[in-house]
């Protein structure tokens, strides 16, 4: 580009960034009030003593993070190796079914696997949570089957698991892997495919050395996407996890109710939020190392 | 024995379009040499895609045989093939360096490490674009990048390089250039090229053979020379630099392969006969390139004027000039003869012939019989 143009370009663009900063206001303003102020004062909230009916109260203290760390730690590590499993089963599950729906010839075809993979947000979460209970209950549908089949003598215990956790947090975000997977298989051009294969790879080599390093940034976001809303899920473990499959989600939920413990609540919101924005800073670190390379 | 590199035999590829089976390319049989530039030639949509990528082996054939160095490549996939391909969008991985991109074939091969990068090194010295080996390919011009594409393909050694309209995408100036670097390449590595181009002046200048295509048929296949003076068809007359289609009825076949062609006006001329034209052809055009006409003035009744005696082999005509361009070298002439049939013709602006005819202008029109080709209307 001709340097004097583009000089023009950065003073004509200096104007509109003025204006665009005062159409932003408001939006900033709301951002700052409701969430950047609370989000202080549950910070300082954390490190505030318990008093009656799980107010906050001076003096400053750290108990909420020791207990963390310690009564708390294997809820919190339970959080995040589901979160983790949840994002690994989405992404094997995932990746096959989008590469399936953006290679389809036939446009309607993609069109309908894609509303069908879509069509489960139309039902409300939580009676989409509720119908796996009837699923995988004692006497369930599943268990009701089996055991008419006779491939089982006595029902399996699903209901109350990690398990059934972890299948209806695979259900609830799988769609969220899916998406940006098939975006980035969409846009990437087959012609790279060709030239592998043109080149002397197999179908294997081809994938690993092609296809998935160009389809990484959908990959990277579809992980972020699943792993950060399941380690905080708390309608899914609830209905589903009994006390066995409790998250932090659930916990966090309970310090802020009648019998709660407002400061501990908010130590436990804080680790977890801590957790989030370093699942974050990978995505970023990987993203931009794609993107570099 | 000659040494064929490839061999098509009698290749037809159909497609399912909407519903319907579109024929790509239409009983296809040629044999190309070993160490030939060899064109596929032909306007877009003829089939000369389709056909290096039957070679390459990104498609099958629906019947027919690509042998390559004699080996059948039936159930044998692209990546087993001794080919590699130019593609035309250069497809270089825009997650590798250039240097990652070179040596990709080579580690596919099992080749070390090591070895693989000093080969890559060659390549890209080959192509005459050292130094820019860590670089992405995003950062490269489309000329580097058409570069960077040849090395990879030849990093391979293939015994076959076939490039996909290599030239397609870079500017004419850069073209021309490269046409030349491609020749040389080719003499310098002596590896068989299958060349896919639209651009007949490209084929004409760096082929050592041309096929012409076109729906997939290959119409005829031969030198440039041969392609450009004795074009079979009324498709490779039109579709190879400009031509003249004089229509006319043939009246009769001579032994000497020449046809006497009846014009509009009833004039009888003589032409070769096109191989193509078939024995129950009556309806012909005779195809005649500008530049084989000749124009003389008709002088002044005195019959100084020029040569008018008309010779065996050379027809003459009587035509109007209707219209004259400068273009530089040449003017080219549009004349009317009788029975509405219109010429074009060009001739070179040397010192002698500087004083352009004039528009109305009566003249003589001459060309050699061997010039004019009869074939299909």
Redesign the interface.
């Known amino acids: 580009m001709d340097r004097q143009f583009s000089l023009d370009m950065k003073t004509r663009w200096g104007h509109m960034k003025k204006s665009g900063a005062l159409l932003a206001l408001p939006t900033i303003a709301w951002l700052f009030i409701f969430f950047v102020l609370p989000l202080l004062i549950v910070l300082v909230v954390s490190f505030l003593s318990r008093g009656r009916g799980g107010v906050a109260l001076l003096p400053f203290t750290l108990q909420h993070y020791e207990r963390t760390f310690d009564v708390f730690f294997i809820i919190l590590r339970r959080s995040i190796s589901l979160a983790g499993l949840t994002t690994v089963i989405c992404l094997l599950v995932g990746y096959p079914l989008a590469f399936f729906i953006s290679t389809r010839r036939r446009r309607l075809v993609q069109q309908i696997t894609l509303f069908l993979v879509i069509l489960p947000f139309w039902t409300n979460f939580l009676i989409r949570t509720y119908a796996w209970r009837i699923l995988l209950g004692e006497q369930g549908t599943i268990n009701g089957l089996l055991l008419s089949v006779g491939v089982i003598d006595e029902p399996l215990t699903m209901l109350n698991t990690q398990f059934a956790v972890l299948v209806g947090l695979v259900y609830g975000f799988l769609p969220f892997m899916v998406l940006p997977i098939y975006a980035s298989v969409e846009r990437f051009?087959f012609?790279?495919v060709?030239?592998?294969?043109?080149?002397?790879?197999?179908d294997a080599?081809a994938f690993l050395?092609?296809i998935l390093?160009?389809t990484m940034p959908g990959v990277l976001a579809g992980c972020a996407l699943v792993f950060i809303p399941s380690v905080g899920a708390f309608v899914t473990p609830d209905l589903l996890g009994g006390t066995r499959g409790l998250m932090i989600g659930n916990l966090i939920n309970k310090q802020f109710g009648g019998s709660g413990n407002m400061p501990l609540g908010s130590a436990l919101s804080i680790v977890m939020m801590a957790v989030v924005m370093l699942s974050l800073l990978v995505y970023v670190f990987a993203n931009r190392r794609?993107r570099g390379? | 024995m000659a040494t064929f590199d490839v061999e098509l035999i009698d290749i037809v590829k159909e497609f399912e379009s909407g519903g319907a089976r579109v024929r790509a390319v239409d009983r296809v049989s040629v044999a190309i040499e070993d160490g030939e530039f060899f064109a596929l030639l032909g306007p877009s949509g003829c089939g000369k895609t389709t056909t290096l990528r039957l070679i390459?082996?990104?498609e099958q054939p629906t019947s027919g045989q690509v042998l390559i160095r004699g080996r059948a490549m039936e159930g044998i996939?692209?990546?087993?093939r001794p080919?590699?391909?130019v593609?035309q969008?250069y497809?270089?991985?825009?997650?590798l360096s250039v240097e990652q991109n070179v040596m990709?074939?080579l580690e596919?091969?099992g080749v070390d490490k090591k070895a693989a990068r000093k080969r890559a090194g060659e390549a890209l010295e080959k192509v005459r674009l050292p130094g820019v080996g860590e670089r992405k390919p995003h950062q490269l011009s489309g000329g580097q990048q058409q570069r960077v594409a040849l090395a990879?393909?030849l990093v391979?050694q293939p015994a076959v390089l076939l490039l996909d309209e290599p030239l397609g995408a870079l500017d004419l100036k850069l073209r021309k250039s490269m046409q030349y670097e491609l020749k040389a390449l080719q003499r310098d590595v002596g590896i068989t090229f299958i060349y896919v181009t639209h651009d007949q002046e490209e084929a004409i200048t760096m082929a050592d053979r041309i096929a012409v295509m076109s729906e997939g048929v290959m119409l005829q296949v031969g030198t440039p020379k041969e392609i450009y003076e004795r074009p079979q068809t009324h498709f490779v007359a039109d579709f190879i630099g400009e031509t003249n289609f004089i229509p006319g009825a043939l009246l009769g076949r001579d032994a000497d392969g020449y046809g006497r062609v009846k014009l509009a006006d009833g004039t009888v001329i003589r032409a070769r006969l096109s191989h193509a034209l078939g024995n129950a052809a009556s309806a012909v055009s005779v195809a005649i390139r500008p530049e084989r006409i000749g124009i003389t003035p008709l002088g002044p009744p005195d019959g100084s004027g020029g040569r008018h005696t008309p010779l065996d082999d050379v027809t003459v005509l009587d035509a109007v000039v209707t219209g004259s361009q400068y273009i530089g070298t040449d003017t080219r002439y549009t004349l009317a003869l009788g029975g509405e049939a219109e010429l074009v013709a060009r001739l070179q602006n040397t010192a002698e012939r500087n004083a352009a005819l004039q528009s109305g202008q009566r003249v003589k029109v001459y060309w050699k019989d061997s010039s004019a080709t009869a074939l299909d209307h």
């Open positions: 051009n012609r790279y060709d030239a592998a294969y043109d080149l002397g790879a197999n080599r050395r092609v390093p160009l794609e390379a | 390459a082996g990104f996939p692209a990546y087993h080919v590699n391909t593609f969008d497809a270089l991985f825009p997650h990709f074939g596919m091969e990879r393909a391979k």
